[in-house]
């Protein structure tokens, strides 16, 4: 089992937990977001927030690679966690099966490789070409 943040720029964790909250109505876990207040009040939110998961295995979701979430996480992580992983470029399907596949009691190791290919990008003409070839055989 893991604990899960989102940690972003602006309000954006707290809109992808929102969203969130339409699937898995109870949805427990934790937003860090920096906003104008500045860089060191958003270290002691993350500081406070991974220590209070103290010993736990931690997923962190933030919305840019080596971005200051993902920065501030890693080291933040690197000092509590008992293990830990962080996703940069968050969005709602990763999320959605991180969640899912935590219900499941699947460990954070299991789970890492399924979040990327759930959330990876694809195009409309992407999956109508998967569509097309599966069709044809």
Not at 67 to 75: Q, R, S
């Amino acid at each position: 089992m893991y604990e899960i943040i989102i940690a972003s720029h602006g309000p954006l964790a707290s809109a992808m937990k929102e969203s969130l909250s339409f699937f898995f109505p109870e949805n427990d876990l934790y937003t860090v977001e920096i906003d104008q207040s500045g860089i060191e009040k958003f270290q002691d939110q993350m500081q406070a927030t991974v220590e209070q998961l103290q010993g736990q295995s931690i997923l962190i979701f933030t919305d840019l690679l080596y971005g200051t979430p993902f920065n501030v996480a890693a080291k933040c992580a690197g000092e509590y966690a008992k293990e830990f992983e962080i996703i940069a470029g968050v969005n709602l399907p990763c999320l959605v099966e991180a969640v899912n596949l935590r219900k499941q009691q699947q460990s954070l190791k299991q789970v890492v490789p399924q979040l990327l290919t759930a959330g990876a990008l694809s195009t409309f003409t992407q999956q109508a070409q998967l569509r097309t070839n599966e069709d044809d055989e």
